[in-house]
Structures are given as structure tokens and as C-alpha cells.
């Protein structure tokens, strides 16, 4: 699935980012994602988190 500039969309649901589309699609061409410290269970919500967040 192509977005915007041919390059990836970036589902997301963070309805209270301001960068947040429609409650389902990043409107960022580009995010930083960085690393969750603190946990180590595997998880996607444990291990990793969006660094360009931010409030509306
Ligand atoms: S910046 Fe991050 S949290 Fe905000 S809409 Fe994009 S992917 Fe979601």
C-alpha cells in the first residue's frame, strides 16, 4: 500500500496525536520509532514506541 510520496503508509491508531489521520493512518511522511526501556516481555506495546508523537 502506497501513501502520500510513494512511500509507506504508516497505520496508526493514536487518535490523540496531531499527526493522526482519520483515527487510522499517520499523516508523517517519515516516524522515528524508539526502543521501550524498562521492559523486556516481548511485547510490540513493551518493546517500542513512536518518538514523533505529538499531542493535538
Ligand atoms: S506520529 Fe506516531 S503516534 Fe502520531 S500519528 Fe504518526 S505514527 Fe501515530
Redesign the pocket.
Known sequence: MFHKSNKQT?E?S?DS?????DAC????DS?QVCACWGKDSGKPEDESM?A???RR
Open positions: 504508516i496508526c493514536v496525536c496531531r499527526f493522526n489521520e493512518v499517520c499523516g508523517l516516524i513512536c514523533s508523537y505529538k
